[in-house]
């Protein structure tokens, strides 16, 4: 089974600055890993995912992650948001195998300030 | 292309009352996921189909909740009776399938349920 632990459960942030939201998982076998964002009254939208190859992955929105497997870590960045970042993200492993299910965090509430 | 559509965005009911909840996927998507999101938490796995069949339901409480894909296409989602701690968002999500290659669900807007 796996397991995701997001390790804030708010973040504010002011406008222009950067931000680091932090993902640690468990699991006994290999996964991948992605990052959804969800706005107000809206369903999950992909952000980005780590399948294989390079360890840094960029997104859309000018986020970007980086797997770290040692730390079974993968922190979700981006240099600069913006007022339109406030939104809840999630990050999710599921297992390579098959087409497995995703398994979520709790989710960090990303609140960008003017 | 057209996304995940799912209907109602929001249902109030009183409690042991029913309800379902209907989930169109991306045309052509072989595996649908109903997920429930409790305020607070991130979504969790209800069931899984592949085409028609079930994959995975085992989270899914089957005294009071039951689903169905017919025709491998559509589905539904329904709750018999309902209690208080129903109350949540449930995604539907589809994703191409096994061997596309394709990891990526693609979520609908969700149902909001209130259980009062």
């Known amino acids: 089974a796996q397991s995701v632990t997001q390790l804030d459960s708010q973040v504010p942030v002011f406008e222009e600055a950067p931000v680091e939201l932090r993902c640690n998982y468990s699991?006994?076998?290999?996964?991948?890993l992605f990052w959804y964002v969800q706005y107000p009254n809206q369903g999950l939208q992909l952000l980005l995912k780590y399948l294989s190859g390079s360890t840094l992955v960029k997104g859309i929105n000018g986020f970007e992650a980086e797997f770290n497997k040692s730390q079974t870590s993968f922190h979700l960045r981006k240099p600069s948001v913006h007022i339109s970042d406030t939104a809840e993200y999630f990050c999710?492993?599921?297992?390579?195998?098959?087409?497995?299910?995703?398994?979520f965090g709790k989710g960090t509430r990303l609140s960008v300030i003017a | 292309e057209a996304g995940v559509a799912q209907s109602p965005r929001y249902k109030i009911i009183e409690k042991r009352q029913s309800v379902a909840f209907w989930c169109n996927p991306i045309s052509g998507h072989a595996t649908l996921y109903w997920y429930q999101q409790i305020l607070g938490q991130g979504p969790k796995l209800l069931i899984q189909f592949q085409n028609n069949g079930v994959v995975d339901d085992s989270q899914l409480p089957k005294d009071r909740f039951s689903a169905e894909r017919l025709k491998g296409v559509d589905s539904t989602l329904k709750i018999q009776p309902a209690k208080l701690e129903d109350s949540a968002v449930y995604l539907c999500a589809s994703s191409p399938g096994a061997g596309t290659g394709s990891r990526e669900q693609y979520f609908g807007p969700g149902t909001r349920l209130t259980v009062t």
């Open positions: 699991s006994s076998v290999s996964v991948y």
């Open positions: 999710a492993v599921s297992e390579i195998r098959g087409n497995t299910p995703l398994v």
